[in-house]
């Protein structure tokens, strides 16, 4: 494929050489878009156009700078406490919440990818089930994973640590690492209160999970419900402070935001984002319809969408959303559960649709940094950019459901644009970088 600037050094020299009559002009025209795949003529014709108000608009909500501010979570009181978010850090990096004291959640929550691992399936104690997603603006989303089967960042951070494919602790022990670590001790009382005595053996078992193998669920059962709810407070107030650390992970500007902000300022703007990639945003806002999904700063709406993705190989086609909202309801987690700190704050809970709208649909994922974050889809089923916007510029027929995704039905050279819109959406961490490296001591 030729380089636009090599396809107009070419035409130029065609033009002089040939001193073109108008049919000869035209002839050397055609031959022009064909030799540069169109990419250049398209570029062309999009830079010459003027931003209506209406895209504008749209340029404006996809801004970093119309991102408001992080809404609290009634949920979790100490969210945006600065000693919970000291906790949470050192507690992300710990690898001794792991059955095999190797697994901590950096292994898959990689800072210098994003918070994600660069594999199609997570890697802890085993092989997982699902792609990793990022963790940078997830605090703005009413739900966590891929189903949405948790309502919360700190319930979200419960639950891969007893996942016997990911950290595969037990919940005894790990309440007992947070009793035993002196400093972890200390700046869980600070911050929570009191600790409960689990010292004795006859009532806190050395090994008891209601997610364990069989021996721990039964030590699990045996235990006094008083007993199980102290432990279950402190498993949940870890969490809590996961989730104070993870909200200070933001996203900051990329070259779209620097461009988008002289744009609406009326300022001369056109060297901050290529050709292409401008030709791309118009593309995403308008005819590609990118936007119907992955829209606001975040580039997503933070809903569920079945888009005809096909199960990984070796997995059955997933229920997604429909299996999703009925294991938020039934987690004891929940915003609605005892260890929520406002258990009215939860209308996305209680009004959460369930229907066949939902059959295998998936969360969508923010934009932000996507090139980074490859490969895509909730099991890591496309490799590329290129291959995503094939498989919506197609929208094949879906296993299970129904494919919300209309065919695109874009040229090559469009597609291209697209990718080099998206490529356009890498921007920093806008975190102090200490919190992206582990503790010191």
């Known amino acids: 494929m030729w380089r636009p600037r090599r396809c107009a050094t070419w035409l130029r020299l065609s033009l002089l050489s040939n001193h073109a009559s108008s049919l000869r002009l035209g002839l050397l025209l055609v031959m022009f878009a064909g030799l540069c795949g169109g990419t250049w003529w398209l570029v062309q014709q999009s830079s010459e156009q003027q931003w209506s108000d209406e895209e504008l608009l749209l340029v404006r909500s996809l801004w970093l700078g119309s991102l408001p501010e992080l809404p609290a979570d009634p949920t979790n009181r100490v969210g945006d406490d600065a000693a919970a978010a000291r906790l949470g850090h050192r507690l992300f990096f710990d690898t001794r919440l792991s059955a095999n004291g190797g697994v901590s959640c950096a292994t898959c929550h990689q800072p210098d ?38 309502d919360s960042q700190w319930s979200q951070a419960l639950g891969p640590l007893e996942n016997h494919l990911e950290h595969g602790g037990n919940r005894l022990q790990l309440v007992r690492t947070m009793s035993e670590d002196a400093a972890y001790a200390s700046a869980y009382q600070r911050i929570f ?41 402190v498993f949940a107030n870890m969490g809590k402070a996961l989730a104070a650390y993870q909200r200070l992970l933001q996203p900051g500007p990329a070259p779209f935001d620097v461009f988008a902000e002289k744009l609406l300022a009326g300022q001369e703007a056109d060297g901050d984002l290529s050709g292409a990639a401008q030709a791309g945003l118009k593309l995403f806002i308008g005819k590609a319809s990118c936007i119907n999904c992955h829209n606001g700063p975040l580039l997503t709406n933070n809903e569920f969408h079945n888009t005809g993705v096909l199960p990984a190989p070796g997995q059955l086609p997933g229920m997604g ?67 995503v916007l094939n498989h919506y510029n197609a929208a094949v027929p ?10 695109l039905n874009l040229r090559p050279a469009e597609l291209r644009m697209l990718e080099a819109f998206l490529q356009a959406l890498t921007g920093p961490i806008a975190t102090d970088p200490k919190w992206l490296a582990p503790p010191e001591g």
């Not at 879906?398 to 065919?407: C, F, S, T």
């Open 113 to 150: 990818r994003p918070f994600t691992d660069g594999l199609a399936l997570g890697q802890g104690l085993a092989t997982g089930r699902r792609n990793t997603m990022g963790l940078i603006g997830t605090a703005y989303s009413p739900w966590y994973f891929w189903d949405g089967r948790k």
């Open 398 to 407: 879906a296993l299970v459901g129904h494919n919300e995704a209309k065919p």
């Open 321 to 387: 959303r429909s299996e999703g909202i009925r294991l938020a309801h039934e987690d004891p987690f929940n915003c609605l559960g005892a260890f929520s700190d406002d258990p009215n704050a939860c209308a996305e809970l209680r009004y959460a649709k369930v229907n066949d709208e939902v059959l295998a649909a998936r969360r969508t994922p923010s934009l932000r940094n996507v090139a980074e974050t490859a490969p895509y889809m909730h099991a890591g089923q496309l490799a590329t950019l290129e291959a």
């Open 193 to 233: 209160g009191p600790l409960p005595d689990i010292g004795d053996t006859t009532r806190f078992p050395a090994s008891a999970s209601p997610l364990g193998d069989e021996t721990a669920v039964a030590a699990w059962t045996a235990m006094h419900s008083a007993d199980q709810h102290a432990v279950n407070q």
